[in-house]
């Protein structure tokens, strides 16, 4: 079992896909802070808080010279329709179906429910530093007062 990265260690540069069609990849934000919020599914109780909780602080996190990326498995048409329900400030991306960025970090996932298993996304933040390594993270994530703490610990980095 290969170890995945943590603290200290350079972000994998794995290209992810905007809501948009537009792809994008960690390493394009070299040179600034960087906050990865990784979530199970669009338009679901939790992820729908913790999503408008980072766009409520999204002036925060700029003025803090940190952009923010939401990332989930959801395909692209299905994250343009979240961010018009809730006016969304966070932009959001498309992990590959395999061997996407959430795979890379560990955070894909058996899980179970119900006697039933299927492969998930564990909730988990990455601040990554302007050097694009990983400054901290949180995982398992609790969604109430999070972005809250991470916009804490981005002002300090």
Same mark, same amino acid.
């Given at each position: 079992?290969?170890?995945?990265?943590?603290?200290?260690?350079?972000?994998?540069?794995?290209a992810l896909?905007?809501?948009?069609?537009?792809t994008?990849?960690?390493g394009?934000?070299a040179?600034?802070?960087?906050?990865?919020?990784f979530?199970?599914?669009?338009?679901?109780?939790?992820c729908?808080?913790?999503?408008?909780?980072?766009?409520?602080?999204?002036?925060?996190?700029?003025?803090?010279?940190?952009a923010?990326?939401? &990332?989930?498995?959801?395909p692209?048409?299905?994250?343009l =329709?979240?961010?018009?329900?809730?006016? %969304?400030? #966070?932009?959001? +991306?498309?992990?590959?179906e395999?061997?996407?960025?959430s795979?890379?970090l560990?955070i894909?996932?058996e899980?179970s429910?119900?006697?039933r298993t299927?492969?998930?996304m564990?909730r988990?933040?990455?601040?990554?530093g302007?050097?694009s390594? &990983?400054?901290?993270?949180?995982?398992?994530?609790?969604? =109430?007062?999070h972005?809250?703490?991470v %916009?804490? #610990?981005?002002? +300090?980095?």
């Amino acid at each position: 079992m290969s170890s995945f990265p943590g603290v200290g260690d350079p972000l994998p540069d794995v290209a992810l896909t905007l809501s948009d069609g537009s792809t994008i990849r960690p390493g394009d934000y070299a040179g600034q802070k960087l906050v990865l919020f990784f979530y199970p599914k669009d338009d679901t109780p939790g992820c729908t808080t913790e999503n408008q909780d980072f766009s409520a602080l999204a002036g925060d996190f700029a003025q803090a010279g940190a952009a923010l990326l939401g &990332i989930s498995k959801d395909p692209p048409k299905k994250h343009l =329709k979240f961010i018009e329900k809730y006016a %969304l400030a #966070a932009p959001l +991306a498309s992990d590959a179906e395999t061997d996407g960025l959430s795979d890379a970090l560990g955070i894909w996932t058996e899980k179970s429910m119900y006697g039933r298993t299927y492969m998930g996304m564990v909730r988990s933040t990455y601040l990554v530093g302007a050097d694009s390594r &990983i400054a901290r993270v949180w995982s398992p994530v609790k969604v =109430k007062g999070h972005a809250a703490d991470v %916009l804490e #610990a981005a002002k +300090a980095l």
